[in-house]
Structures are given as structure tokens and as C-alpha cells.
């Protein structure tokens, strides 16, 4: 094995390798703009090799790998016997026909570094660890697999930059060292980072799971739940690249802010054409009305999607005449009865509102083409286009050409008017409900002002009159919060493909948060979906996580089954509880303390009192890049070094599911947690 300047050596060589790979990229670009070629192939090809260049480009300036394993010179190593990879997060090489110098740590080869252990080494002798400070190699650490056991005391060596050697101190019953814990515990500052590097066996498993699969992951707070679900897109990438760039991959979030946390990973890993965005983003609807919370709520009950099939299809009428069209000296006839079994049976049949509309127009196209022809009529395209206008009246008369926004303003400005809810016996609406979701004045399509909840509610209608494409992987973090119509609006679009639910119940905090995995999944589509627990954090500290179990008493969840108490990975971190007279005053003794430790800030209250905090620090001049002041109904997602907590009481008092909006903002802290309080604690926290 190397030594440490051999490794540095080594990596000089590998940056000079991907830098030849990044100029070539770059050349092929220039030389693929005058390849000859039809315009559709010099387009792909245009458009996979700048593709390419920009993928190769993002790599930046990090490390080119993090780890090493080497393999046993006898026969369980297989057909990698005696051999020595370096993983990194992107395939590196030097020239044609020769072994790469670094191995994409998707590659199958690289499942033992993750998931190779003491009683089952996989074949490998040797797991090597680096250490980097920014482009530098620092050390190294090797963990032998080879029947040494891991202990604390021995099993790991380390050598350092100064060249001397100590012992690292594995974790025995997870075989974790120092660079490791460092790598998981480093400070948080800045967008999330990938966690190549540092995946555990439990995650690799996810990750690595088939695109066939839907999983459900329910992950308590610092179990890196969010991680996981972006790797396994960049996984899934590299193992099924040619059918996932035809379909799609879409990753969904809660909001911007978390968008914007998480936007870096992705490309890190050398993907840049996913789509990531909101739920409200998706549907692509001009939000500019606020619903009331009743009235959110009715629109948001999973029974809407019934209400709004019937309220379309009651469009449709019954034939009261026969279908006439002249054609030269002849009059075609299709008579009313067999019109009605026409309309009848594309209505039973059609699998979308328009497909049955189209289905009426060509059959009877169809019957009139048959009486054509035994007359010898030639009938052909042209005379086909020419009926089926002529049939068109008829058809509009009875199978009205419907749109969205039309069907829902209609309805909206008049719910009472529609059977579709007047009694909750078959699922439909009480009048109460009707009421609630009724317009105050009627509007038309053109002049109505659409709410969040309206959104879904036309991606519904719009589903129902003609079917979209899907994507082939779907990836929704903080899925617990997502309405049953929202659910809806994500199985559509991964209906033929495979989605992958992130989320945590307890952690739910909207008027609708599901209360079980078994329902969100059945909304979903997936209800045969696995869910697997994530019950390890690793980012947030051992004092944190028993204060957040505590709250789990008081959330309604199923915790027993569905939310497992957490354990933390880590030891260290720090937690204080304070009351104070002075909320302001204190908050700005607690940030200029944080301001002396390393590592981002977190000022988190209730939103009412964000404005009045943020004028006081930045009176103070704290408000600055490793400190911000966050509303506690954007904090899900989020995480920072040091989180302090203003007033508790207000956090709960400020919405339906306060408790659990609490439990969110107490757990963003990955090292060190200040609760300021003046009124009494919530129930859970004394």
C-alpha cells in the first residue's frame, strides 16, 4: 500500500487526468459542431457531447477520491482478486484501453467500500479512508478486514501529514475512524454536500435499490434521509442512464429555500438534467388568491377527485337526434339509438374525458365510412378529416370539448348547482363543505383568481380530460406534509415509473399531514411500496435527539410503528434550556457567542416574531453570512451548526400542529442547541 506522499503523487496524477478529460470534452464540442450527418443525429450528438463537457467541468477542484479497497490474493475476492480501486464521485482515466485511475463510486465494485465489515469483508483485505483540506491531502487511515478485529484500541492506523503514525480509534460495531467521524461531524456552512464519502450500510442499501422498486423512507431528523434520496437518483443515473434520460427525473421539494439547500448535490455527483422544484411549481398555475383554512382543507380531501370526475362527465348529454351528413348526392344516417351506444360505450371504455370525445367522433367517421363504401365511395384521409368535421356539431351538442379551468370555474362559482356532493353517503360533499369552497360572485375561467389548492384541484381536471407524460423516477422529500390530492397530482406522474417517497411523520406540519405511511402511499400510487426506518442520526447530537424523542409522546403519529424513537451516531454536542426576562436581549448574547465557534447559525421563532428579532441583531450587526434568522415554518429541511430557539410556546401556538412544528425547529441543530424561553415550556420539554 502507498504512504502518504505516494497518495499525494497519485492525486496530482489524477487531477492532471481529469483535466486532459475536460479539454477533451471541450475539443469534441468544437469538432461535433461540423459533423455531417441528418440534423436530428447532429443535434443529439451536439447535445450529449456539451452534455458531457459541462458534467465534466462541474467536477470543480475536489478531491478525485475519497477511498480505497483492496482486495485478498485468494479465491473469495473473485474475479477482483489482489486488486487495489480508488472511488470518487466521478470516473476518472488517462487514456483509452488502460484501467482507470479512479472508479465512479456508483460502479458495483464499489458496494464492498460500503458495505464491507469485520464478520463480512466481502473479499476485501483493506478499506482506506483520505482526509482532504480543501485540495490537500492531509492523511489517511486504513481499516483491515482481513479477521483483525476493530476495537478502540487498535485496528486503524493513521498516518498524519507530519509522517508520524497513531492509532485511530475505530468504532467497533460500525467500523467507524476518525477521518469518517470527522467527515460526518464536520461543520455545516453553505449548501448541502454530497455524502459519498461517508454513506452507511443501511443507506447504501436505498440507494442501490432497483429502479423497479418504490421505497418509502421514513427518516428521523440527522438520519440523512434527503441524501439518500438525491445519491439514489445520481445512482440510478449511472445504472439506467439511457432509459431515465428518455423518461425523466424529477426531484420535489417543500419549498424554495430547500431547493436552493440542496441544488449543489446533484451536480456535484456530475448530474445536471434533473428537474427539481415544488410541488406548486409543477402544476404551473398563476397562484395570486389565499383560500381560507376550511376551505383549503375541503379542496384538499382526497373525496375531490370524485367530486370533479362527476362534475365533468355530467357534461355529457344523451343523443336526441340522428347524425345527417351530406356528401355529394348521398346523405349519410347514423340513427339516434345508435349514436347513444356509441356515447355510451366510449364513455365505459375511454380512459381520459377527451380520449372518449375523440373515440365518438371516429366511430362514427367509422359507420359513415361504412355505408360509403358499399356505394364505392373512395374514402380516403381527406374525406375522413372532411367527416369528422362534419360529425363534429353533433358531437359537440352531446360531448362537449371541456378545459380545465372552464370546468372549474363553472363549478366553483356554483357548487350547489351539481349533484356531485349533495350528500357525504356515496363520498360526495355536505352542504356545509359545498359552502365553504364556494365563490363569494361568480367568475369566469378568464377572470378567476387561483389559489394553491385551485392548482391541484385543475392538474385533477386536467388529468381527467387528457392524460400527461410521466417521469421514470420521482423523488418527493417531506412527503408527509403532502395533501391526498397532492398525492394524486405526484402518482400521475409517476404511474409507469418508479417513485421514492422521503419524509418523516413526525415532522408533519400542515392542516392534512398524513398520520400514516400505509394511507400517503396508497394517495400516491404505491401502495405496495416498502417502507424502511432510518433510526441512526448522524448529524444531530445525542442531546438534541433525546430531547426531540421526548415530543414524540405528544405528536399524533403512530410512533410504535411508523416512528421509531431515534438514536444518535454522535456523543458530543451541547444543549441549553434558558429561561429569561429580556427574549430579544438574550437572543443577541446567545448569536454573539455562537459567532465566536465555527460553523453556521440558526436564529429559528415564530414567524410573527422574525421581523422584530432580525431588526435587533442586524442593530447589533450579527446578521451576516453564517447567521440567519429563519421563520419556524421554513426551517423543515434545514440544518445548522448551532440553532438557537426563541420562545418555544409561540413556535406551538402558532398553528393547528404547533407540536410538531416544534419538533421540526428542535432538531435542525447538528451540534449545538440554545433554547431561549420566557413562558412556560410546552408539554414534552419540561
Not at 429555500?257 to 422544484?277: H, K, M, N, R, W
Not at 398563476?286 to 376551505?295: C, K, S, V
Not at 414524540?552 to 454522535?570: C, G, H, K, W, Y
Request: proline share 4%; with cysteine; glycine share 8%.
Amino acid at each position: 500500500m502507498r504512504g502518504l506522499e505516494e497518495e499525494r503523487r497519485y492525486a496530482d496524477r489524477c487531477r492532471d487526468a481529469l483535466r486532459a478529460m475536460i479539454a477533451g470534452a471541450r475539443q469534441n464540442v468544437v469538432v461535433g459542431e461540423d459533423t455531417w450527418g441528418d440534423r436530428y443525429t447532429a443535434e443529439r450528438l451536439g447535445y450529449h457531447l456539451k452534455s458531457l463537457a459541462r458534467e465534466l467541468a462541474d467536477e470543480g477542484d475536489g478531491p478525485p477520491f475519497f477511498g480505497l479497497v483492496g482486495y485478498r490474493d485468494d479465491e473469495q475476492a473473485q474475479e477482483h482478486r489482489g486488486q487495489l480501486y480508488y472511488l470518487g464521485r466521478r470516473h476518472i482515466s488517462d487514456a483509452i484501453g488502460r484501467p482507470p485511475l479512479v472508479i465512479d463510486w456508483r460502479a458495483p465494485v464499489a458496494t464492498t467500500f460500503y458495505r464491507a465489515t469485520a464478520e463480512d469483508p466481502q473479499g476485501i483485505a483493506v478499506r482506506r479512508r483520505f482526509g482532504w483540506s480543501g485540495e490537500k491531502l492531509t492523511s489517511l487511515e486504513d481499516e483491515s478486514l482481513a479477521g483483525a478485529e476493530h476495537t478502540a484500541e487498535g485496528g486503524n492506523e493513521q498516518e498524519r501529514t507530519d509522517g508520524s503514525r497513531s492509532t485511530g480509534g475505530v468504532d467497533g460495531a460500525r467500523g467507524i475512524g476518525g477521518i469518517l467521524r470527522a467527515e460526518i461531524e464536520r461543520p455545516r456552512v453553505g449548501p448541502m454536500r454530497d455524502i459519498v464519502a461517508t454513506i452507511q450500510p443501511e443507506q447504501d442499501e436505498l440507494v442501490r435499490a432497483e429502479l423497479a422498486e418504490s421505497i418509502c423512507v421514513q427518516g428521523a431528523p440527522g438520519t440523512g434521509k434527503t441524501a439518500v434520496g438525491l445519491h439514489r437518483a445520481a445512482y440510478l443515473l449511472y445504472a439506467y442512464r439511457s432509459r431515465l434520460q428518455r423518461s425523466g427525473v424529477l426531484v420535489l421539494g417543500p419549498n424554495q429555500a430547500f431547493l436552493q439547500y440542496i441544488s449543489a448535490v446533484l451536480p456535484t455527483l456530475g448530474e445536471v438534467d434533473v428537474e427539481q422544484t415544488t410541488i406548486d411549481q409543477l402544476l404551473a398555475v398563476g397562484i395570486d388568491a389565499t383560500d381560507l383554512p376550511e376551505a383549503a382543507a375541503v379542496k384538499h380531501d382526497a373525496r375531490m377527485a370524485e367530486v370533479l370526475r362527476r362534475v365533468l362527465y355530467r357534461r355529457i348529454g344523451t343523443p336526441t337526434e340522428a347524425v345527417v351528413v351530406p356528401d355529394g348526392s348521398y346523405r349519410w344516417r347514423v340513427n339516434q339509438y345508435e349514436f347513444e351506444q356509441l356515447v355510451d360505450e366510449a364513455r365505459a371504455e375511454a380512459t381520459a374525458y377527451g380520449v372518449g370525445r375523440e373515440r365518438v367522433v371516429s366511430r362514427l367517421v367509422a359507420a359513415l365510412q361504412r355505408q360509403a363504401e358499399t356505394r364505392g365511395q373512395n374514402c380516403n384521409r381527406v374525406w375522413q378529416r372532411r367527416m369528422a368535421r362534419a360529425v363534429s356539431p353533433a358531437v359537440e351538442a352531446v360531448w362537449p370539448v371541456a378545459k380545465a379551468a372552464e370546468v372549474l370555474a363553472e363549478f366553483l362559482s356554483d357548487p350547489f348547482r351539481s349533484e356531485a356532493g349533495e350528500s357525504n353517503r356515496d363520498g360526495g360533499l355536505s352542504s356545509e363543505e359545498l359552502a365553504a369552497i364556494a365563490w363569494k360572485r361568480p367568475r369566469k375561467a378568464k377572470s378567476a383568481r387561483w389559489t394553491a389548492a385551485d392548482a391541484v384541484l385543475l392538474d385533477e381536471l386536467a388529468a381527467l380530460i387528457a392524460r400527461g407524460p410521466g417521469y421514470g423516477l420521482v423523488i418527493v422529500d417531506e412527503a408527509q406534509d403532502l395533501s391526498p390530492m397532492q398525492c394524486r397530482a405526484i402518482a400521475r406522474r409517476s404511474e409507469h415509473g418508479s417513485l421514492t417517497v422521503l419524509g418523516d411523520l413526525a415532522q408533519g406540519t400542515t392542516a392534512w399531514a398524513a398520520r400514516s405511511w400505509a394511507e400517503q402511499l396508497t394517495h400516491l400510487g404505491k401502495p405496495d411500496a416498502e417502507v424502511v426506518a432510518l433510526t441512526t442520526g448522524y448529524r444531530v447530537p445525542a442531546a438534541v435527539v433525546a430531547m426531540a424523542n421526548r415530543l414524540l409522546e405528544v405528536l399524533a403519529v403512530e410512533q410504535a410503528i411508523d416512528v421509531p424513537a431515534t438514536r444518535s451516531f454522535r456523543s458530543d454536542g451541547r444543549l441549553v434550556v434558558q429561561r429569561v426576562d429580556d427574549l430579544a436581549g438574550s437572543c443577541v448574547d446567545a448569536a454573539r457567542a455562537a459567532l465566536k465557534e465555527e460553523g453556521s447559525i440558526g436564529v429559528i421563532a415564530a414567524d410573527h416574531a422574525v421581523a422584530g428579532l432580525t431588526d435587533v441583531l442586524r442593530a447589533e450587526d450579527l446578521v451576516a453570512d453564517r447567521l440567519t434568522v429563519v421563520p419556524a415554518s421554513l426551517a423543515k429541511g434545514l440544518e445548522y451548526d448551532h440553532v438557537i430557539v426563541v420562545e418555544p410556546a409561540d413556535v406551538v401556538e402558532a398553528e393547528p400542529r404547533g407540536m410538531n412544528r416544534l419538533y421540526v425547529v428542535l432538531t435542525r441543530a447538528v451540534s449545538r442547541l440554545d433554547v431561549l424561553h420566557h413562558r412556560p415550556l410546552p408539554i414534552g420539554l419540561t
